[in-house]
Structures are given as C-alpha cells and as structure tokens.
T-cell receptor, first 105, second 115 residues
C-alpha cells in the first residue's frame, strides 16, 4: 500500500506570496489527485494528474512520476485560498494528511 | 443540482449506542465510499461499494457496518464496537471504482461526537 506524505503540515503566507505544497508517495501510481477542503469540511477536486503539469487559474499542479513526487503551486495567493489541501492516490485510495494553508491580508 | 448529501451535519450520541449516518447521491454513480477523518491524519477508507448489494471493507472497517440496497444510498452504521467513534465522516461517490483517473465527489460530511 502506498504511503502518502505531504509537506509542510501548516503554512502561513502573506497575500500575494507564491505557495508550494509538496506530496510524495512510495509506490508507483497511475494518477494523483489534489483536493481542497474548506473550513466547513466540504472537499472539492482541484486536479487529476498522470504526468506533466496542469494549470487552472492561479493554481498549478505538477507531477514527476519517476521521482514519485507532486507539487501544488498557488500564484498571487489570496485569503480566500485559505483551506486544507490534500493529495490523494486513487489507485489504492490513500490520502495525505493535508496541508493547512492560511493566507493573511 | 446533482450532488451528494449527508445528514445530519452534527451528531451527538452516548457511548454504547449505535448510530447511522446517511449518504445519498443523485449523480448516477455506481461507486460509493465512506471515509473517516481525524485531526492530523489523512482520510481513511472505512467501506466502499462498487454496485448495489455489494460492498468491501476498507482499511478501518472494524466497528462499522454498511448497506447498499439502492444505487443512490449508502448508509453507515457506527456500532458500539467502534472503540473511538468521535470523528468527521465523509461520504464520496465516483462513476466507477478501480479507475485511478476517476474523480471522486464528496459530501459535506457529518461530525460525530460520542459523549
């Protein structure tokens, strides 16, 4: 079974800063998902990655299959980006513990 | 609007009582899942179901039971055998299981507190 590790566990940034959240996993996978959990608990899917890079607005996700590593970047961060970001390996339904991001105005 | 509903949002129960958490979806998805979330830990899979009248244990099934009598519904019962039931419970669905590219859709969650 995959071990999914995220770093950092907590991250505080000033509005406008560039944010990077990292995810590594131990066993080769087909696809990795990035999720966003709002303060109320609801979870939405941000990206599904199997290779390379995807961009949606200010969010960019990359994956290196050989190195078993993925990153989520947020450009020009905003207080509304404050949430918990979770990476998930759907092959065996394993989730990282999440990164709690707080963006201060 | 299509989506997943869970009820109630908050639930309080006395120790030793069984409690059932509701999960309904109108996305016409075949697969449904129950996860438990504890502070500082990733979501952990309790049970999943690929089709009506069939379900499989996840990593932490002990002390829980499920049923899947209808495609739309996948209720979870937290029994008195579950040693530490206080947690946030999330239900999810996807078109299929076994497909790593398949997106999961999550319900709003139920926060269970056992007193």
């Amino acid at each position: 079974k995959n071990e999914v590790e995220q770093s950092p566990q907590n991250l505080t940034a000033q509005e406008g800063e560039f944010i990077t959240i990292n995810c590594s996993y131990s066993v080769g996978i087909s696809a990795l998902h990035w999720l966003q959990q709002h303060p109320g608990g609801g979870i939405v899917s941000l990206f599904m990655l199997s290779s390379g890079k995807k961009k949606h607005g200010r969010l960019i996700a990359t994956i290196n299959i050989q190195e078993k590593h993925s990153s989520l970047h947020i450009t020009a961060s905003h207080p509304r980006d404050s949430a918990v970001y979770i990476c998930a390996v759907r092959d065996d339904m394993r989730f990282g513990a999440g990164t709690r991001l707080t963006v201060k105005p | 609007d299509g989506g997943i509903t869970q009820s109630p949002k908050y639930l309080f129960r006395k120790e030793g009582q069984n409690v059932t958490l509701s999960c309904e979806q109108n996305l016409n998805h075949d697969a449904m899942y129950w996860y438990r979330q504890d502070p500082g830990q990733g979501l952990r899979l309790i049970y999943y179901s690929q089709i009506v009248n069939d379900f499989q244990k996840g990593d932490i099934a002990e002390g829980y039971s499920v049923s899947r009598e209808k495609k739309e519904s996948f209720p979870l019962t937290v029994t008195s055998a579950q040693k530490n039931p206080t947690a946030f419970y999330l239900c999810a669905s996807s078109k299929y299981t076994g497909d790593p590219y398949n997106e999961q859709f999550f319900g709003p969650g139920t926060r269970l507190t056992v007193l």
